[in-house]
């Protein structure tokens, strides 16, 4: 299997290339045991017209027709895993994802290449395709859904009287109001067709049967257990009742001061919409399975790191915030480690988690391009530079942060030095929100195109001992 860190040479080839080396090994250990094609296929197989998933099977020649559907940034390998073992016996698939690759194979399943952060036009054609394909359905057939994080931009499709537009407009604004993922949700998912549970009730109004499966990226989620086994509390996606309530989507409007800057039609819906606008809350008929959940990617990393024979501890799975305070935050955390031990003795691996975001009041303030894991690393260098041999690695676990082609940044204290030689202004990077450029030119951004995952942001800390 080829690397996850495609540009590991590049990386390894300047700076504190030790401390490097360490992270970038961590890091694959994880991605790799994250994919999602090789989780989906560990439980899931075909014996003649039966279908095994986990602890669960379905006798295939009892339906008429069985459909793949699927959205999300690991879609492509959560698709192609299904696709491959039903064969011939899938009838159709419809994939949405955000990044087509040339190692993504399909026999009967067409993927449309949606829009995400923002949502686009392909992404609604494809929606639209599959409503045709759910209203058409009836009982004997059967709906296999993959879904990732992701979904809400790239499954875009909004309910009448709100344009594309205005869901591209409100997802911008939200996304830039310093709002958290469940907030965003909560607006995201009261103006859709298809998110918040709204695909599965269309689903069951057919009578056909569902089968679910999902990777949770959502802070708080706890760590999967037995993924083969049925998971009963499953929330959330288009396929999976929702937790967020409409008023808690005017709750946000109001906290974040928003209601001029959102669409007219938006806040006119959310505003006034009665309760037969509200989103699904159960669907216990469903069977659902859960592969991974935003904490594994730091357990998976915590054991990767011990077998090294590192001293490695989880300092959290529900980090938020400011993405360039976190950065500053970690720098902290490792001079303190260096100069007295605490919270553990290096050499260690710190640990984390989450969503950590970027707030932006205008657009007029962005001068390049860049993403949360992106400033979290520039900002990591700049107080960084004190720490001798001290790397962080942050990146979104899918391989794409923010608006940028590439999954993160690595830093460690060499790189601030590396910036000013080369020309570079982190600190005016990290004001005009434009740390890809500045992180490329120094060869600090790390890259992986499709990781087969979706949890969130993934951090990694290393702070060697410092010799006597």
């Known amino acids: 299997m080829a690397n996850k860190i495609q540009n590991s040479e590049q990386?390894?080839?300047?700076?504190?290339w030790e401390?490097?080396?360490?992270?970038?090994?961590?890091?694959?250990?994880?991605?790799?045991?994250l994919d999602a094609y090789r989780r989906i296929k560990s439980i899931m197989s075909m014996d003649g017209d039966v279908l095994h998933i986990g602890t669960k099977s379905w006798d295939l020649s009892k339906k008429r027709n069985i459909y793949l559907l699927g959205a999300g940034k690991a879609c492509n390998h959560m698709a192609m895993a299904v696709d491959e073992i039903l064969g011939d016996r899938l009838t159709r698939g419809i994939a949405i994802v955000k990044i087509s690759e040339d190692t993504d194979v399909f026999r009967k399943t067409e993927v449309f290449i949606g829009g995400h952060p923002l949502p686009n036009e392909t992404g609604l054609m494809a929606c639209k395709e599959i409503l045709g394909l759910v209203d058409s359905s009836g009982p004997d057939d059967l709906f296999i859904v993959v879904i990732s994080g992701g979904s809400s931009a790239l499954m875009s499709c909004p309910i009448n009287g709100i344009s594309l537009q205005d869901e591209i407009d409100t997802t911008d604004v939200m996304l830039k109001s310093g709002a958290n993922i469940f907030e965003i949700n909560a607006i995201r998912r009261h103006i859709s067709q298809m998110n918040g549970g709204m695909l599965a009730k269309r689903i069951k109004s057919t009578g056909a049967e569902l089968i679910g499966f999902g990777i949770s990226d959502a802070v708080g989620s706890p760590a999967t257990g037995d993924i083969g086994e049925p998971y009963l509390k499953y929330k959330g996606t288009p396929m999976g009742p929702d937790q967020t309530t409409l008023e808690e989507a005017r709750r946000v409007i109001r906290d974040y001061q928003v209601e001029d800057r959102l669409p007219k039609a938006v806040v006119d819906h959310i505003m006034s919409a009665g309760p037969e606008f509200e989103t699904p809350k159960a669907f216990p008929e469903n069977t659902y399975f859960l592969l991974n959940t935003l904490p594994d990617s730091c357990i998976y990393a915590k054991e990767a790191a011990e077998k090294m024979g590192l001293n490695a501890i989880i300092l959290s799975s529900f980090l938020e915030g400011e993405s360039r305070d976190a950065g500053s935050i970690f720098a902290s955390i490792a001079r303190e480690i260096q100069a007295y031990g605490n919270p553990v003795k290096a050499p260690c691996v710190i640990l984390s988690s989450g969503e950590t975001t970027t707030k932006i009041l205008s657009n007029s303030e962005i001068k390049g391009h860049g993403g949360p894991g992106q400033e979290l690393?520039?900002?990591?260098?700049?107080?960084?530079?004190?720490?001798?041999?001290?790397?962080?690695?942050s990146i979104d676990s899918e391989g794409t942060d923010g608006t940028t082609p590439v999954a993160g940044g690595?830093?460690?204290?060499?790189?601030?030095?590396a910036a000013v030689d080369s020309g570079v202004d982190l600190y005016a990077a990290l004001r005009g929100h434009s740390c890809y450029e500045a992180l490329d030119k120094i060869g600090d951004v790390v890259f992986t195109g499709n990781t087969g995952t979706n949890l969130c942001d993934f951090n990694i800390l290393y702070v060697p001992k410092i010799s006597e």
């Open 11 to 16: 990386i390894l080839s300047h700076g504190d």
């Open 19 to 33: 401390s490097r080396k360490i992270v970038l090994d961590i890091a694959e250990n994880v991605l790799r045991r």
């Open 377 to 393: 690393t520039a900002s990591f260098a700049i107080t960084a530079a004190k720490t001798k041999g001290c790397c962080m690695f």
């Open 410 to 417: 690595i830093t460690d204290s060499q790189s601030y030095k």
